[in-house]
């Protein structure tokens, strides 16, 4: 994975089709998705049940890009090497769900993976001051955890001194949480350049019927990089 700061999609497989996720992650990525975020929720730390590591396994087989694995999930280190085993590219823990954080991103790298770190909307940019140097990407939720199809709460300020904060460090700041084609230029302004969509990726489309997957990818990457 070479760093760039270019606007990247990274659609959540959260909305796709449950009951057909390989052809779901085949046509998400031969419409444009330029990486794959794979949202795991513990039923604990947030407040629903999705994925563990034999279902991120089998979602390796089919992708090509990259594999962005977001932990919502409390206790995160005793699950780091199962994440590693199962393929994911990037793990990203919450800084409210690791109280050693800098050992949890450690343990991340360690074990052969890119190291993220999620703020939740109540938390500061500053709670990762310490830890910068251990990250390589900077998750800003733009919705409270847990469910998809949520509301965009504006974090735009935060992303602003987050932008300031990494300065020429090679640390990507994702956004989560109601992009669209009206958020998406609010939150690229600011400083974000991995944006993650669940719904305004997969409305309107299906595995049968892809273009509309390409149209609303295209329209965010557009929208972002006006």
Known sequence: ??????????????????????????????????WLHVDVMDN??????????????????????????????????PSIEAYAEAGADILTAHVEASPHLHRTLQAIRANGMKAGVALNPATPAEAVSHVLDLCD?????????GFGGQKFIDMT????????????REVHIEIDGGVDPETAPLVRQAGADVLVAGSAVFRGGSVDAPDAYGRNISAIRSAASD
Not at 56 to 75: S, W, Y
Not at 157 to 168: E, S, V
Request: one cysteine or more; glycine letters at 4%; charged letters at 20%.
């Open 1 to 34: 994975m070479s760093f760039n700061r270019s606007v990247k999609i990274a659609p959540s497989i959260l909305s796709a089709d449950f009951a057909d996720f390989g052809r779901e992650i085949q046509a998400i990525e031969a419409q444009g998705a330029d």
């Open 44 to 77: 604990h730390f947030v407040p629903n049940l999705t994925f563990g590591p034999p279902a991120v396994k089998a979602f390796r087989k089919h992708v090509k890009t990259v594999m962005d694995v977001h932990l919502m999930i409390a206790p995160v280190d």
């Open 137 to 145: 990407l900077v998750c800003v939720m733009t919705v409270n955890p």
């Open 157 to 168: 300020a935060k992303i602003r001194t987050l932008r300031q904060m990494i300065g020429d």
